[in-house]
């Protein structure tokens, strides 16, 4: 069956087919959560087989939905106006690329606030989403950095052949709702945010930068003094 075609062509996820055609990846793959594209709601998605991924996964009080749709209209703004300029051919100093690392930081330094009731601040719901993503390390996919915060979690995964980035974010989450909302006395109401963010790691360096942040995170955040004193990290693991 094919995929619905939206009236309004998604811009982001246009701009997001050009960028996986001019680095060579392949676009329209067979299963587009492997290699390729795909959307969960507006923003794309961009899959690489055989890469490294950057993800965040956050519970659902974390981030209100106003502050998500004020960082998303700064967002949508530079991404007009910088395009508007290629358009007449002139230059900007901006990039799709620095725009979207803008508002990931923007997103990171609001979670690092505390907003939210914070319940990974609870040790025994931190170790519970620590241990669910250190479970199948090794034989699904090999967790390179990660760290769980009071009201998120980032990790640096490389899934193994057949398994799916995808997968594996569903699986941890899954799991430890379940487990999380019986603890902290949850009925129906939702426990992680629906959405996740998933980033395909595009060169060494960029790793390098991205597990220096988290590893960090939980200093920035005023947490310990050393990265090494946060017991849910892959830092202090590292350490002992």
Same mark, same amino acid.
């Given at each position: 069956m094919q995929p619905h075609k939206p009236d309004n062509p998604n811009r982001g996820l246009e701009r997001t087919r050009h960028q996986l055609r001019a680095s060579g990846a392949r676009d329209e793959a067979a299963n587009s959560l492997r290699s390729g594209i795909h959307t969960r709601g507006y923003l794309p998605h961009v899959k690489r087989e055989g890469a490294s991924y950057f993800v965040t996964f956050r519970l659902a009080d974390s981030?209100?939905?106003? =502050? !998500? @749709?004020?960082?998303?209209?700064e967002k949508a703004g530079r991404l007009r106006r910088l395009n508007d300029f290629a358009k007449r051919g002139e230059t900007i100093n *901006?990039?799709?690329?620095?725009?979207? &690392?803008? $508002?990931? #930081?923007?997103?990171? &330094?609001? !979670? *690092? &606030?505390?907003?939210? =009731? %914070?319940?990974?601040? &609870?040790? *025994?719901?931190? *170790? @519970? =989403?620590?241990?669910?993503? #250190?479970? $199948?390390?090794e034989s699904r996919y090999l967790l390179l950095e990660w760290v769980v915060m009071p009201n998120h979690a980032h990790a640096i995964v490389w899934p193994m052949p057949n398994h799916l980035m995808s997968d594996i974010l569903k699986s941890w989450k899954q799991f430890t709702s379940r487990r999380a909302k019986k603890i902290v006395g949850l009925g129906e109401e939702p426990f992680w945010q629906t959405e996740s963010y998933d980033h395909w790691i595009r060169s060494d360096e960029e790793k390098a930068r991205i597990a220096r942040y988290?590893?960090?995170?939980? =200093?920035?955040?005023?947490? %310990?003094? #050393?990265?090494?004193?946060?017991?849910w990290s892959s830092a202090y693991r590292a350490a002992k």
């Amino acid at each position: 069956m094919q995929p619905h075609k939206p009236d309004n062509p998604n811009r982001g996820l246009e701009r997001t087919r050009h960028q996986l055609r001019a680095s060579g990846a392949r676009d329209e793959a067979a299963n587009s959560l492997r290699s390729g594209i795909h959307t969960r709601g507006y923003l794309p998605h961009v899959k690489r087989e055989g890469a490294s991924y950057f993800v965040t996964f956050r519970l659902a009080d974390s981030l209100p939905k106003e =502050v !998500l @749709l004020e960082y998303e209209r700064e967002k949508a703004g530079r991404l007009r106006r910088l395009n508007d300029f290629a358009k007449r051919g002139e230059t900007i100093n *901006d990039s799709e690329e620095e725009i979207a &690392r803008d $508002f990931r #930081r923007k997103i990171e &330094r609001y !979670l *690092d &606030r505390g907003a939210g =009731v %914070c319940h990974l601040r &609870r040790p *025994d719901i931190a *170790d @519970l =989403v620590a241990n669910a993503m #250190r479970h $199948f390390n090794e034989s699904r996919y090999l967790l390179l950095e990660w760290v769980v915060m009071p009201n998120h979690a980032h990790a640096i995964v490389w899934p193994m052949p057949n398994h799916l980035m995808s997968d594996i974010l569903k699986s941890w989450k899954q799991f430890t709702s379940r487990r999380a909302k019986k603890i902290v006395g949850l009925g129906e109401e939702p426990f992680w945010q629906t959405e996740s963010y998933d980033h395909w790691i595009r060169s060494d360096e960029e790793k390098a930068r991205i597990a220096r942040y988290i590893r960090n995170n939980p =200093v920035s955040a005023g947490l %310990c003094a #050393r990265t090494e004193d946060w017991r849910w990290s892959s830092a202090y693991r590292a350490a002992k």
